[in-house]
């Protein structure tokens, strides 16, 4: 499809909190994709019109958006109005993808391996947190919001520091990100992952070794503190497994293009998946380009890649 695209527009910015992240990936990309030849505007929805995408006459969007308005199936219906194709999964993929409790039910639901964990609010009553503190508390808890990403609002608690307190507070954080809807699962302190999956394929495991297992928002993009594998360093038939899981976890909810799916390992073994990135970033800190090259695939060319698959619901 790329030999048929001249005219492309890559959507950056946005107004959730991954903001800052979505303006590198797009600089990125438009970069990218100019120096592969093609005529390219950058266009932001919080400061931008929708005349821009309508009169633009281009060929497809390249989504940079992350987060609310980018992931969520919303800046997805608009593009099907304007009959103009976009990369990434369709408005109803998005919108299940972005709420993390639904996209674990429905990979649950398929067979898919996820943590345990229950949905709160910032309303919830003490026998609520009580219960969440009962049920899947042993190891501790991550408490992180339900539609949010880049690890924004998360905080893990472990067992020794797990209360009806702290856990009031996670929850006050989290739901501070996002209109109050909060996520607390299990915390399984295990070897981190991450998996590409590109075209329905998956690409070479990441493993993500961050220090103190901090793979905070500030690790994620602005230090080199993180140290990354690829591919990780795991046996054949394990990397085949999550790989595998990972493929059919973005059929199940209905992708296309791209996404990123988090994993994590269990110590005793076995993976759980976390969550998936149906606009997966594109900075120089990002994991997909990582991927990408182990091989071969350069980030111009994972650009050109990513464009070609587009299309409209």
């Not at 949905?119 to 508390?137: C, H, K, T, V, W």
Request: with cysteine.
């Amino acid at each position: 499809m790329t030999s048929m695209l001249n005219r492309v527009v890559v959507l950056q910015g946005g107004i959730s909190s991954e903001r800052e992240v979505s303006l590198l990936s797009g600089r990125g990309v438009a970069d990218a994709l100019r120096a592969k030849g093609l005529d390219v505007d950058v266009w932001d929805p919080a400061t931008d019109s929708v005349g821009m995408l309508e009169e633009g006459g281009y060929d497809a969007a390249f989504i940079a958006l992350h987060g609310k308005l980018g992931e969520d199936g919303s800046i997805q219906g608009l593009l099907n109005c304007l009959g103009l194709p976009y990369t990434g999964p369709g408005v109803v993929a998005s919108a299940i993808a972005i709420d993390k409790e639904m996209t674990k039910a429905i990979w649950s639901d398929a067979g898919i391996p996820v943590p345990a964990g229950a949905r709160l609010s910032a309303r919830s009553s003490d026998a609520e947190l009580l219960s969440a503190i009962d049920a899947f508390g042993k190891t501790g808890l991550v408490v992180k919001p339900g539609h949010d990403g880049s690890s924004i609002g998360v905080t893990k608690i472990l067992p020794e520091a797990l209360s009806l307190e702290s856990l009031r507070e996670a929850v006050r954080n989290a739901a501070a990100c996002d209109a109050g809807e909060v996520l607390a699962e299990e915390y399984i302190q295990g070897r981190e992952f991450t998996v590409a999956v590109l075209d329905g394929e998956a690409l070479p495991v990441i493993e993500i070794i961050a220090p103190e297992g901090s793979y905070d928002f500030q690790n994620k993009y602005y230090t080199d503190s993180v140290r990354y594998e690829c591919p990780a360093k795991l046996s054949e038939a394990e990397s085949a497994a999550l790989r595998a899981a990972c493929e059919k976890a973005f059929r199940t909810l209905g992708c296309r293009g791209w996404s990123r799916i988090d994993a994590m390992r269990r110590p005793e073994g076995g993976f759980a998946l976390l969550e998936i990135n149906t606009s997966p970033g594109m900075t120089p800190h990002s994991l997909v380009p990582m991927a990408a090259r182990s091989v071969g695939l350069d980030y111009g060319e994972l650009c050109l890649k990513v464009l070609g698959l587009a299309q409209t619901d």
